[in-house]
């Protein structure tokens, strides 16, 4: 988005404009709506805009709920976010702290800064890109508490903040079509920087859940997020935010609600034993937190293979940790025999996972030719040290 788009679109007819429109749907005739609207008089560009926000309210429902309907977004803005649940977290992580003047840097759009206001902090978000920083004070007017600053972090003066939020730039710059940066030595801030702060502030650091474990400070503590068994951050927590004890831990949020595994290291894993009647797919967060074995030992399951994140028991026990299979048969990962087993049950919806093994599963699936009324996992592995495809059905487990 350009800022002479975004001035077009934050006039008075723009707004209008854009609340008057119906919600976007992704059938919707646009070429019809765009016609109708330009026969209206309204310019090229507004018209432009308005309909690139209609979209992205319309996508950004999964992250903000009702609130993307009264939001302004830019593309790379909107996937950079933090959902506003996870948001809410972040902010009562420095509520229980009690902290109280907090500079949200690298903004972005405002998505954590909108929670740091509902609780009543002073908060300044500050954001380089000068689009992007319009447009969070733009999502954060209603808010007195709040301020929005167009500067760059790396010279933003924190005297007088009691507490950090920090979210370094991880993508190429501009408002679409980013591509992430793969060395964190390119993000901005650099990582030194912002470990640099967390050195004499209370400040968190939300980065990306791939991120080489090795630059984890040791005093901090790590937390791997998922919202619906999607890894979505990992985030950094230094002084007051970091809790006494522990430095690993697995946030998991789902239907369930909210589950956290925690401790202060990386647990060694559970011994490996024989295949059980069912298989434990451990959570993202729970792998890369490396809680494979607390999590083991919880449920009374060993390690399918050494090395490989699967656990396996005879009991099905729920747990918002990992998703339970029942395990219906093991066939050698031949490609015949499987496509030969997998006809003969009738099955023509197949969800494959794999682990352990060298196969594509996209190009695997085309080679079986699935066809018919059943449905089914398929799990490629490894079992007591071989190859092994299991047939498998998820458990799903009645509410109490």
């Known amino acids: 988005m350009e800022s002479s788009e975004l001035v077009e679109l934050l006039s008075g007819d723009g707004l209008r404009l854009l609340d008057s429109l119906p919600p976007w749907q992704s059938s919707s005739d646009v070429l019809k709506t765009v016609n109708e609207l330009r026969r209206a008089g309204h310019s090229p560009g507004l018209v432009a805009a308005v309909l690139s926000q209609s979209k992205l309210r319309a996508k950004a429902v999964g992250k903000f709920g009702p609130f993307a309907e009264r939001m302004l977004f830019t593309e790379a803005g909107l996937e950079q976010a ?37 609780l009543d902090f002073e908060v300044t978000a500050v954001e380089l890109d000068e689009v992007t920083a319009a447009i969070a004070a733009y999502n954060l007017a209603l808010w007195p508490n709040a301020i929005v600053v167009h500067a760059d972090v790396t010279a933003f003066d924190l005297e007088g903040f009691d507490g950090v939020y920090l979210d370094p730039a991880r993508r190429t710059a501009g408002h679409q079509n980013t591509s992430r940066l793969s060395d964190p030595a390119d993000y901005s801030p650099t990582l030194e920087t912002a470990f640099g ?26 937390q791997w997020v998922s919202v619906d068994r999607d890894v979505v951050e990992l985030g950094l927590w230094f002084g007051a935010l970091a809790r006494p004890g522990i430095r690993r831990s697995a946030l998991v949020l789902g239907e369930h609600g909210t589950a956290e595994l925690s401790s202060s290291e990386d647990s060694a894993d559970v011994e490996t ?7 434990y797919e451990p959570d993202g967060a729970v792998i890369r937190s490396r ?38 048969e093991t066939f050698p990962l031949d490609e015949r025999r499987v496509k030969r087993e997998l006809a003969a049950r009738g099955i023509g ?8 093994v060298d196969v594509d599963p996209a190009a695997f699936r085309k080679k079986l030719s699935l066809r018919g009324p059943e449905s089914a996992t ?17 458990v799903t487990f009645r509410a109490a």
């Open 82 to 118: 933090t959902r506003l649940r996870v948001a809410a977290l972040h902010a009562g992580r420095f509520q229980s702290a009690g902290l109280s003047r907090i500079a949200d840097l690298g903004c972005g759009i405002g998505g954590d800064a909108l929670a740091f206001a509902s």
């Open 197 to 222: 702060i967390g050195d004499r502030l209370p400040t968190g650091i939300k980065l990306g859940p791939g991120i080489d474990r090795n630059l984890i400070p040791a005093g901090a503590e790590a």
């Open 273 to 279: 034993g024989t295949l059980g009647g069912f298989l």
């Open 291 to 328: 809680l494979i074995g607390d999590l083991g030992r919880r449920i009374g399951a060993t390690m399918l293979s050494d090395g490989i994140a699967y656990l396996t028991s005879d009991t099905a026990l729920e747990t918002p940790f990992a998703a339970c299979f029942r395990v219906i």
């Open 349 to 356: 919806s197949l969800e494959i996972k794999k682990r352990g």
């Open 378 to 394: 398929l799990v490629l592995t490894r079992v007591a040290g071989r190859h092994a495809a299991l047939l498998c059905e998820r």
